[in-house]
């Protein structure tokens, strides 16, 4: 199984001035920007770190996920959340060939943790022997910082100033996130059962 990050999140996305009020920097100077793109790189760094602990997309944004066989033909989990729409469910033969499946084979069931692409009749078509299957969807809770629930804003906003403040060390830590962060994250963590195939 592999996932695909396909578009990424625009800079006009971020909340780059948030993020200077967090750290109370000054204002209203000619270089005011200068830190921008410091600022933008840890505010990326603090929404990755958070997505892979969480499975939740924060900025909407296109995904591609591949993977070798169904684990289940009746309803497949999808590996993150929320997701929107799906794009496109295509098969890759063993030779490389790619055959587009038809939208009206299958359905979304969204879910807050996990979404599942399902069949229209009873299961989802076979995957070809020695191929894939490739499934393409939006994930995210939309497109503007401000489409964030504000816990999860607010703990992207703590984790990129802490990744701010301590940009000088170089010891090695733990890897273990703030407490402020975990708490603000706890009730979006999927708990993941069987393999991931908890339901």
């Keep these: 199984m592999m996932l695909i990050e396909e578009t990424a999140v625009l800079l006009s996305a971020l909340p780059v001035t948030e993020l200077k009020a967090q750290l109370k920097l000054g204002t209203g100077f000619s270089d005011d920007n200068v830190q921008d ?3 933008e790189s840890f505010l990326r760094a603090a929404m990755a770190a958070i997505e892979a602990r969480t ?4 900025v909407e944004r296109q995904f591609s ?3 070798n066989t169904w684990r289940d033909a009746q309803a497949q989990a999808l590996p993150v959340a929320p997701i929107s729409s799906l794009t496109s469910v295509s098969f890759v033969t063993a030779s490389g ?3 587009v499946i038809e939208p009206k084979a299958y359905r979304l069931e969204p879910d ?3 979404p599942k692409i399902k069949p229209v009749g009873a299961y989802l078509p076979d995957v070809p022997t020695g191929g894939q299957v490739e499934i393409g969807f939006v994930a995210g809770y939309g497109p503007a910082w401000g489409d964030l629930p504000a816990d ?4 992207v906003l ?3 100033a802490h990744y701010y403040e301590y940009r ?3 010891t090695l830590g733990k890897g273990c996130m703030p407490f402020g962060v975990t708490t603000l994250i706890e009730r979006y963590r999927t708990v993941r059962l069987l393999g991931g195939g908890a339901s």
């Excluded at 499975?55 to 924060?58: A, E, N």
């Excluded at 999860?152 to 703990?155: D, N, R």
């Design 37 to 39: 793109p410091v600022l």
């Design 55 to 58: 499975g939740k997309i924060l």
């Design 65 to 67: 996920w591949m993977l």
């Design 97 to 99: 060939a790619s055959e």
């Design 112 to 114: 807050a943790h996990r």
């Design 152 to 155: 999860l804003g607010q703990a």
């Design 158 to 160: 703590l984790l990129a």
């Design 168 to 170: 000088h060390e170089t």
